[in-house]
C-alpha cells in the first residue's frame, strides 16, 4: 500500500487542466494534454465534466507536479501514518 494518496476537491476546481498536462504519468499519454481528447485510463488525472477527476490512482508517483501546478488548491497529496 502507498503510503500517501491523492485527493481531489472537484468544488475547487474550475477545470483549467493545468494539473493534468504537469503530472509525468499523463505525459505518456499526450492526447490526454489539456485534459481533453480520446480518452485512456492510462492516465491518473483528467478534467471530466469541467472539474479534475482522479481516473487511476494506481498510476500515481506522489511526485507532487499537480499540486505546484493547481491555482486553486483543488488537489492534495495526503500521506498516511503508520
Ligand atoms: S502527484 Fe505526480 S504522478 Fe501523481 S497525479 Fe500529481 S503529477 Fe501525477
Ligand atoms: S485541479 Fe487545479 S490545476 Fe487541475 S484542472 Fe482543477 S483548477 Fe486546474
Redesign the pocket.
Given at each position: 500500500m502507498k503510503a500517501y494518496e491523492l485527493v481531489?476537491?472537484r468544488e475547487?476546481?474550475?477545470?483549467?487542466?493545468?494539473?493534468?498536462i504537469?503530472c509525468p504519468v499523463n505525459a505518456k499519454n499526450p492526447e490526454t494534454w489539456g485534459?481533453k481528447g480520446p480518452y485512456s485510463d492510462d492516465v491518473v488525472?483528467r478534467?471530466e465534466n469541467g472539474?479534475?477527476a482522479i481516473i487511476n490512482k494506481d498510476l500515481c508517483g506522489g511526485c507532487g507536479a499537480?499540486i505546484e501546478?493547481?491555482?486553486?488548491?483543488?488537489?492534495e497529496l495526503v500521506f498516511k501514518r503508520k
Open positions: 481531489v476537491y475547487k476546481c474550475h477545470g483549467c487542466g493545468n494539473c493534468v504537469a485534459g488525472i478534467v472539474a479534475v499537480c501546478a493547481c491555482p486553486v488548491g483543488a488537489i
